[in-house]
């Protein structure tokens, strides 16, 4: 008797090629880690807030497993600090940490932007000109949280452009103090559309084939939060 699967052989590379990829498949965990760091950076889940393990799980429909994963993850970032019985407390914002941070962004970006500035394509340039034009269109509609994610959104195609998106996700696991200081500073007067304007000379300096200027633009772009330290804390004094 011939076997099943023998019938089908010579159709296999066809019915194979029809086959599309399912994609990645993200776990309870990973969609739980995101949810809540995304709480934290943004300040919904703000310093010092009590965190319970039951009331997260049936917040966000899974079973507690998954957010003791997330919650393991967030306390190796220095997010989250767990006191053994005793209570999961969302961490204060340290400086220290947010400084390292910084250091590590800027070192990485500087070296990128010149990289893109010495051969700009006309995929990039358009790719930049698009994500900026972008965010002023979420500046007019007074959606900060959608400025915030395309602000991540300019930054994340450098990276991608200069063929080193995985540094992206590096420093990402290493800058949530300094991100929720950002976050802070997002609503101050003017800030919105001054980051607007700098991502427009960072890209225009890149597009223009002018490595020192895209140095210069991207520096002053990530130097401005830490200006205003002294102001930020003495708004919200109990988050540090």
């Known amino acids: 008797m011939t076997p099943p699967d023998s019938v089908l052989a010579p159709n296999d ?10 994609g990645p498949r993200r776990s309870a965990a990973e969609i739980a880690y995101d949810q ?11 310093p010092g807030t009590i965190l319970s393990r039951a009331e997260l799980a049936a ?29 999961t407390r969302v961490a204060r914002i ?12 800027l070192s990485v ?44 959104a300019f930054h994340g195609l ?8 995985g540094l992206r996700e590096l420093i990402r696991s290493r800058s949530g103090h300094l991100d929720r200081l950002r976050r802070m500073h997002l ?18 300096a890149i597009i223009a084939c002018a490595p020192e200027a895209a140095e210069r633009e991207l520096r002053r772009h990530l130097s401005h939060t830490f200006t205003e330290l002294d102001r930020i804390r003495a708004a919200h004094p109990s988050f540090f």
């Not at 590379?13 to 399912?22: E, I, N, Q």
């Not at 507690?64 to 209570?87: C, F, K, M, Y």
């Open 59 to 87: 917040r966000l429909g899974v079973s507690q497993t998954p957010v003791r994963e997330a919650l393991i993850r967030l306390q190796e970032e220095g997010l989250i600090d767990v006191v053994p019985h005793s209570a």
């Open 94 to 105: 340290d400086l220290a940490s947010a400084r390292e941070a910084s250091f590590l962004r």
């Open 36 to 46: 809540l760091r995304q709480a934290v950076i943004t300040l919904a889940l703000p």
């Open 13 to 22: 590379a066809a019915g194979v090629s029809a086959l599309r990829p399912l």
């Open 187 to 204: 609503p101050a007067p003017g800030k919105a559309a001054r980051i607007i304007a700098e991502h427009g000379a960072v890209a225009e």
């Open 158 to 165: 450098l990276y991608q452009a200069a063929g080193v998106p």
């Open 109 to 152: 970006e500087v070296e990128i932007v010149r990289r893109l500035a010495a051969s700009p394509t006309p995929v990039l340039a358009a790719g930049l000109r698009g994500e900026i034009a972008r965010m002023a269109e979420l500046h007019a509609q007074g959606d900060q949280d959608g400025l915030a994610t395309a602000d991540e």
